[in-house]
Each structure stands twice: as structure tokens, then as C-alpha cells.
């Protein structure tokens, strides 16, 4: 049961960074629950971080 959970938490990351590199908002998020929220609105930011420190045009 933990694997499950944590690949579902992993995959809404991997989700939210991929939109933070394509440069959708994060009022996209498409999460309502909020530990899934909050992984995808990490990965979201931690794009935005790599995309203005140079690392993604």
C-alpha cells in the first residue's frame, strides 16, 4: 500500500514540474486532494526555479 501512495505522489510531482517547465499556471493544478496538491504544486515549483536559473529555455 505505501509504494502505491508514494508512486501516486511521485507521478503528481513529475506532473507539476512538467507543467512548470511549459509555463502553466499553478491555478492549473488538477488535484483537489491536498497532499497530492501539494507534491504537484512542489514539482511546479521547483520547475519554475530550473526554467529561471538558466537550466530549461
Do not use: H, I, V
Not at 491555478?27 to 519554475?48: H, I, K, V
Amino acid at each position: 500500500m505505501k509504494r502505491q501512495k508514494r508512486d501516486r505522489l511521485e507521478r503528481a510531482q513529475s506532473q507539476g514540474y512538467k507543467a512548470g517547465l511549459n509555463g502553466r499556471s499553478q491555478e492549473e493544478c488538477p488535484y483537489q486532494q491536498m497532499e497530492a496538491r501539494s507534491f504537484w504544486l512542489g514539482g511546479w515549483r521547483e520547475a519554475r526555479e530550473d526554467k529561471l536559473t538558466g537550466l530549461y529555455k
